[in-house]
């Protein structure tokens, strides 16, 4: 398995002079196909900019990211709004699904912003490994913590991105509901071959991954 994800000299600055703040300063980091990181650091040290910028959220001041020796931010805005589309999936603290339509049409909305056609055997396998088949038609609000935060795992899944990006998406939910959300999502990434960053605050979390990274002021302390 081959090197997926590159960070190289990562560095993103906010404000300047004394003012200065360095939320990112200067990562290297590689992930491996399939791998399953957790990020993990005291609240300020940089977690969130970092998984945003390794997922083409969020421009960095300086460095590279490379996605399978690809540099992402050196296409245009549009070409990386595509690109993250289709190769990346993000799962939040707040689930973010829209509370109009039912769990069905939350978790294939990406396909539809995507113009591609939906294939129904890997969305149905999708929903039976996350246990929704019973909430399908329910609305977003009819349903507890877990199971929302299922749902928006499923809708990160369905345009089967190489790479899912978490960032505390067990931050809403009690311990017990935590570790059944990131065993489905751990069982997920491993059956379709997905490479699996989160960031947590929850030690039981990181001790489900196959490597840590330690943030600290901006900097990796523990590869
Ligand atoms: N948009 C912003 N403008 C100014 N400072 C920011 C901005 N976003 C984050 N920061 C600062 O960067 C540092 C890292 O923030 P963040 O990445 O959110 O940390 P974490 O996710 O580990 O809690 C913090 O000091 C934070 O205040
Ligand atoms: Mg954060």
Redesign the pocket.
């Known amino acids: 398995m081959g090197v997926i994800l590159q960070a190289e000299a990562l560095c993103?600055f906010?404000?300047t002079g004394t003012q200065q703040?360095?939320?990112?300063n200067c990562v290297d980091l590689e992930i491996m196909q399939g791998e399953f990181v957790a990020i993990v650091?005291?609240?300020?040290?940089?977690?969130?900019?970092?998984?945003?910028m390794l997922g083409g959220l969020d421009r960095p001041t300086s460095g590279h990211v490379r996605i399978r020796g690809v540099d992402i931010y050196r296409p245009g805005e549009d070409a990386r709004t595509v690109f993250r589309r289709r190769k990346i999936g993000f799962v939040f603290q707040a689930y973010n699904l829209v509370s109009s339509i039912n769990v069905w049409e939350n978790i294939v909305l990406p396909l539809g912003l995507d113009g591609k056609k939906i294939d129904e055997p890997y969305v149905e396998e999708l929903i039976d490994t996350l246990g929704l088949r019973e909430r399908l038609y329910h609305l977003p609000c009819a349903l507890s913590g877990g199971q929302q935060q299922r749902v928006a795992i499923a809708r990160a899944l369905v345009t089967r991105p190489d790479i899912v990006f978490a960032?505390?998406p067990t931050g809403n939910l009690d311990s017990r509901t935590s570790d059944e959300v990131v065993t489905l999502l751990k069982a997920s990434a491993q059956k379709f071959g997905q490479t699996l960053v989160i960031?947590t605050h929850d030690e039981d979390i990181a001790q489900m991954a196959d490597r840590t990274i330690l943030?600290e002021d901006?900097e990796v302390v523990r590869l």
């Open positions: 993103k906010y404000g703040v360095k939320a990112v650091g005291k609240s300020g040290s940089g977690k969130s900019t970092l998984l945003h960032d505390e960031i943030l901006g």
